[in-house]
């Protein structure tokens, strides 16, 4: 019997992700609590947003915030992050090295 040790990010008695280290828990629980700041700045601008709206470009500016940060300081070209492998990307490029 193996033993897992599992970090849970909850907010508001909802578990909102579960991650195997603690540092991408801290990372995402950070992520959250922009997106709440967000959220809180957004309901105040002049343009109609739903709730929906605000909660989901909250959430995307704060997982994007980099390059926000970037775009607001001047940036003309800001590049985008490369995008993580997944793990089903990843077994095909080891069986495709193996069979080189």
């Given amino acids: 019997m193996a033993v897992v040790v599992k970090y849970v990010v909850e907010r508001n008695g909802v578990e909102r992700m579960t991650f195997t280290t603690k540092k991408e ?5 950070k992520m959250l609590d922009i997106a709440e700041s967000l ?3 957004l309901e105040k601008v002049d ?13 995307e500016m704060a997982k994007e915030k980099d390059q926000f940060m970037a775009v607001l300081k001047g940036a003309k070209e800001v590049e985008p992050k ?3 492998a ?14 080189s």
């Fill in 39 to 41: 959220e809180l700045m």
């Fill in 25 to 29: 828990a801290d990372a995402y629980d």
């Fill in 47 to 59: 343009v109609p947003l739903s709730e929906q709206q605000i909660e989901s470009l909250a959430l």
């Fill in 82 to 84: 490369p995008k993580k």
């Fill in 86 to 99: 997944k793990s089903a990307d990843n077994v095909s490029d080891i069986k495709e090295k193996a069979a």
